[in-house]
């Protein structure tokens, strides 16, 4: 009888979980999309009509170069951030 009530408080802490994680608000800024968009001027920064995303010749990510580059959602992280999403966020009215 204990094995089989300690395999169904496992199941339950499992699917506790699962709806925590399934249930979590995408739409929340992280701490890392907090400090990137921190770092970021609107600016320095246009958003295409594919909704691809270009620095323009000037743009610094706090005191780093980022000039004259492309990019669309997922393909650049930077300090666990994606580049992309906290710009839609910050600056994609």
């Known amino acids: 009888m204990l094995p ?3 395999f169904r408080l496992l199941v339950y802490f499992a ?3 699962y709806l925590s994680y399934t249930n979590a ?7 890392a999309e907090a400090a990137l968009a ?7 920064f246009r958003k295409n009509p594919d909704g691809t995303w270009t620095s323009d010749a000037n743009a610094k990510i706090g005191n780093n ?7 669309e959602s997922k393909r650049v992280t930077i300090g666990g951030a ?5 710009l839609d966020r910050k600056c994609g009215h």
């Open 4 to 6: 089989q009530n300690i």
């Open 15 to 17: 699917v506790a979980a």
């Open 25 to 31: 608000d995408a739409t929340q800024e992280s701490k």
């Open 38 to 44: 921190g770092k970021i001027r609107c600016e320095d």
């Open 65 to 71: 170069p980022f000039s004259n580059l492309t990019f």
């Open 82 to 86: 994606d580049l992309a999403t906290v």
